[in-house]
């Protein structure tokens, strides 16, 4: 029968100056969802979200070197607004060791609605991080017309077989060209009915390039 013992109180303050001892860090990975009531916030205020809530848990976190520390946690890969989630994944350090089962009761009263923890974990300090071991990310695309299911299958085929297909990807600071095409694995139909088509997609996730399921939706010539 194993037991559980919970930690004592926490002593939740700030690194000190430079010189002081090493911490004996915990790596944790959080998979959470994403619902319809924070759908439109920003990544860097997710990031924020999640810094608030931790903070409210009183968890022992940890803060990066420097002359502004800030707690050590990243998401795995940011989301467009407007996009929900079922699976996201962030990663937490923590300078004291606490079990998942701690973690989930301190943190799960401060969440706001929309988000939910699904899994907790420990990873080793030294593996590589989460944004570099992504490499496709899975997406369900509700959109309204009046195609048949062969003509929107007929569509999907002709963008598969393109070898290229260049786009604008407009950002805050200029437009960037890039290949639609290499970032586009799969796509398919899931459901077709009432005038609205389910689709499912496949799309290219890691360091070099990440597909965008609304940028697919347009080169497809549906949801207009």
Avoid: N
Wanted: glycine fraction near 8%; hydrophobic fraction near 40%.
């Amino acid at each position: 029968m194993t037991s559980y013992r919970k930690p004592g109180p926490v002593d939740y303050r700030r690194p000190r100056t430079p010189g002081r001892a090493p911490q004996e860090l915990q790596r944790l990975r959080i998979t959470f969802s994403r619902g319809p009531e924070v759908k439109y916030i920003s990544h860097l205020d997710l990031m924020r979200l999640w810094e608030r809530v931790l903070r409210r848990a009183k968890l022992p976190l940890a803060f990066s070197e420097g002359f502004s520390p800030h707690p050590r946690l990243a998401l795995a890969t940011p989301l467009p607004v407007g996009v929900t989630a079922a699976a996201e994944w962030m990663e937490v350090y923590l300078c004291r060791r606490v079990s998942p089962r701690y973690f989930l009761e301190h943190v799960q009263p401060q969440l706001p609605a929309g988000i939910g923890i699904s899994q907790v974990g420990e990873a080793p300090i030294g593996a590589p991080s989460l944004q570099s071991q992504v490499r496709q990310a899975e997406y369900r695309v509700d959109v309204e017309g009046s195609m048949t299911q062969r003509e929107i299958e007929d569509r999907i085929a002709g963008l598969l077989a393109e070898k290229t297909l260049p786009i604008l990807r407009h950002r805050p600071g200029g437009a960037k060209s890039l290949d639609l095409r290499a970032l586009v694995q799969e796509v398919w139909v899931e459901a077709l009915e009432g005038g609205r088509c389910r689709l499912g997609m496949l799309l290219r996730t890691d360091p070099q390039g990440s597909g965008r399921a609304d940028e697919v939706v347009a080169a497809l010539g549906l949801g207009e």
